[in-house]
């Protein structure tokens, strides 16, 4: 079955500090997709990034950098230099590609507050 | 942005009485799901389409149906209301292709209280 695990309920640092947000999962499948997305105070829900299982590879995009480790079954999202505006909740998702289900499952999700 | 619509946006109703909350896409996506979002739960899946007619339960599906008639409307019906249903409700529509168009979209939420 699938699940996502994200153990941080909430967050608080200073700005310009680093923080990582951590994400584990569960699937029985061998493809999948991993995504990160943002819910700002406003509501929506942003999409950031997806990884699928077969691409290993560390991302990077301006502050923003993701650590997907298949052995550890976790994909990491890490904010360098946080800013007041990345004050949000974060969500970690994975789908399973191959099993039929076509669902997308979520973590509980990780409060980040940056202080000023 | 992906063309989806979610209506109404905020709705109050008692216990006890039928509620729809519609989403509606513009996107021709063949998946379509429902969440809700409650404060130490995260998002978590009510019933999903694959196409339609075709419609399958999520994790928390009791008390809840859907329908899909046309490809680009997805019915979430609350037979009768309880207050555990209070919630924000989310839309989201996927493609499933696989690649760089594997993902979600989202629509804006509908805010629903039952009192």
């Known amino acids: 079955a699938q699940k996502v695990t994200q153990a941080q309920t909430e967050i608080s640092v200073v700005e310009k500090e680093d923080v990582t947000l951590d994400c584990v999962y569960e699937?029985?499948?061998?493809?999948?997709?991993l995504f990160w997305y943002k819910q700002p105070p406003s509501g929506e829900l942003v999409f950031l990034i997806r990884r699928n299982s077969f691409d290993e590879q560390n991302e990077i995009s301006g502050r923003y950098s993701w650590n997907f480790q298949k052995s550890t079954s976790s994909f990491n999202f890490t904010i360098t230099a946080s800013q007041v505006v990345d004050s949000a909740v974060y969500f970690c998702?994975?789908?399973?590609?191959?099993?039929?289900?076509?669902?997308?499952?979520f973590g509980t999700g990780t409060r980040l507050k940056v202080l000023a | 942005d992906a063309g989806i619509t979610q209506s109404p946006r905020h709705k109050v109703t008692e216990t006890g009485t039928p509620v729809t909350l519609r989403c509606h896409q513009t996107e021709n996506h063949r998946y379509m799901y429902w969440y809700r979002q409650d404060p130490g739960h995260g998002l978590r899946l009510i019933h999903y389409s694959y196409g339609v007619k075709d419609t399958d339960k999520g994790e928390v599906s009791d008390g809840y149906s859907v329908s899909r008639s046309k490809t680009e409307d997805f019915l979430l019906t609350l037979e009768s209301a309880t207050s555990s249903q209070t919630s924000v409700y989310f839309c989201?529509?996927?493609?499933?292709?696989?690649?760089?168009?594997?993902?979600?979209?989202f629509g804006s939420g509908t805010q629903l209280s039952v009192l």
């Open positions: 998702a994975l789908s399973e590609a191959t099993s039929g289900t076509y669902k997308y499952i």
């Open positions: 989201a529509i996927s493609e499933r292709q696989g690649g760089n168009r594997e993902k979600l979209f």
């Open positions: 699937t029985r499948d061998t493809t999948y997709y």
